[in-house]
């Protein structure tokens, strides 16, 4: 047995009780390239191991899926972007666990990260987030997800490292799975799909601030963070509303703010009755890749940023969860860690409408990336808290600035040739246009929470 092999399961959505009794009983793994219908291929799979579950020893108790973001594209016929760096990770993982006898506690041993090396510059970075923002104002996309990749070395034992990743702060859809020659441990805050066989629910996160006071004063006040949390929100609803009974879409707690590790994070609860006959395979077609971490239109996106980002996104900005007594849960993969043998790999990124400032962007992804680095006792490049100053920094000039004028200078100074017209568009990122002086409608108040 490998030493990933050796790394016990613990997928996200799973049942505490049934963790620690997680036998495998039968795999498949899928890449991009090999053919076929990956929705498919899940489908089929997961009814093969449907079962009542009772929880009896030998019983099935379920099923994990790890879905990438390029296994999400395929399913909707769009670009799958650069190859991955990690390419030991199958872009479909299936596992079947039935029920075994209860293991006992698992003790890490010491293992070392780092240092950590960017696939891409901050320059570059900015530049990818310029390269959106003329795309917004062509009304070629409203909001799009530019994601980086960071690697480093590691030895020691994996599955340390993979808990250390899973059970940061605010993880509560963490989880781990592994390979012959390959590990994904996901830290992620967020879910993704959870659905039965009358009703389905996606909780899209999006606004990031430090988590402090100050940072959630700028995170409920930031116009463009609203704005790009409600154009997803839209986004999802029109998911949802293709395998949903006509006029059941609802959504709930909107911009509802919680906390990961040290920053804070604004959700949204989208809901629907399912059209009698929806099966797995319809689902995933339907909300594949994620819309919170690919954005819209998702066709759309996923062409300008396949053709941005220098590295694919592996295992990251897709899905892991998991399928068992008819029901499916299923988180997004952000806040991931995947291993191959010799190098560990975080990804981290951020939404980017008009009105993103390309600094705070970049600044924002390196806090994500830096929160999974802290949780492996490793540091990014810089420091941490140089970092979240940055963001609250800007995030409180955002609140306070005026719409016009400073995504227009960095622009200039990065030799972006600047339009000579004298109208932009709306902080909506839609096809209508209005003077970038404008002041934009107030969004749907949040629940402080």
């Known amino acids: 047995m490998s030493i990933f092999r050796a790394v016990r399961p613990a997928p996200p959505g799973a049942a505490a009780a049934c963790r620690p009794r997680l036998v495998e009983v039968d ?5 991009v390239g090999d053919g076929g ?3 498919a291929l899940a489908a089929d799979f997961c009814a093969r191991h449907a079962e009542p579950h009772t929880g009896d020893e030998g019983s099935v108790c379920g099923v994990a899926v790890l879905l990438s973001a390029a296994a ?6 769009g670009a799958t972007g650069a190859p991955s760096p990690v390419p030991a990770v199958p872009d479909l993982a299936l596992v079947a666990f039935a029920h075994g006898p209860e ?11 780092g240092p950590w090396r960017a696939s891409w510059s901050g320059a570059d970075h900015a530049k990818a987030i310029v390269a959106v923002q003329e795309a917004i104002a062509r009304g070629q996309v409203y909001v799009a997800n530019v994601v980086g990749h960071r690697r480093a070395a590691w030895s020691g034992d994996p599955g340390a490292i993979a808990a250390a990743a899973s059970s940061v702060e605010g993880a509560s859809w963490g989880g781990v799975l592994s390979g012959d020659d390959w590990l994904v441990a996901s830290g992620s805050p967020e879910c993704f799909l959870t659905a039965d066989a009358d009703s389905a629910a996606t909780y899209p996160i999006k606004g990031t601030a430090p988590a402090t006071e100050e940072g959630r004063a700028a995170l409920l006040g930031s116009v463009k963070e609203r704005a790009e949390h409600v154009m997803i929100v839209d986004l999802e609803r029109n998911d949802l509303a293709q395998v949903a009974v006509p006029g059941t879409v609802a959504v709930k707690d909107l911009f509802r703010i919680g906390r990961w590790a040290d920053l804070w994070q604004a959700e949204s609860i989208v809901t629907a009755a399912l059209d009698p006959g929806t099966g797995f395979a319809d689902l995933l077609r339907a909300m594949c890749p994620p819309g919170s971490v690919t954005g819209a239109p998702k066709l759309a996106v996923l062409d300008l940023v396949g053709g941005l980002e220098p590295v694919g996104r592996g295992p990251a900005m897709g899905a892991f969860g998991y399928l068992s007594g008819g029901e499916a849960r299923l988180g997004v993969t952000i806040r991931t860690l995947a291993l191959d043998a010799t190098h560990a790999h975080i990804w981290s990124g951020g939404g980017i409408t008009w009105r993103s400032e390309p600094e705070a962007e970049v600044a924002e992804a390196e806090a994500k990336a830096a929160g999974v680095a802290a949780a492996l006792g490793s540091a990014l490049l810089g420091s941490h808290a140089r970092v979240a100053r940055q963001i609250a920094s800007v995030c409180s000039f955002a609140v306070s600035r005026s719409a016009s004028g400073h995504s227009a200078r960095y622009r200039r100074s990065r030799g972006v040739e600047e339009s000579s017209s004298t109208t932009q568009p709306s902080a909506m990122g839609g096809s209508g246009w209005t003077r970038r002086s404008q002041t934009v409608p107030a969004l749907p108040s949040s629940p402080l929470t």
């Open 37 to 39: 219908d990956p929705a």
């Open 27 to 31: 795999r498949l793994e899928w890449r």
């Open 72 to 77: 999400g594209a395929v399913m909707v016929g």
């Open 103 to 113: 293991q006992g506690p698992v003790t890490g041993g010491p293992f070392t990260v």
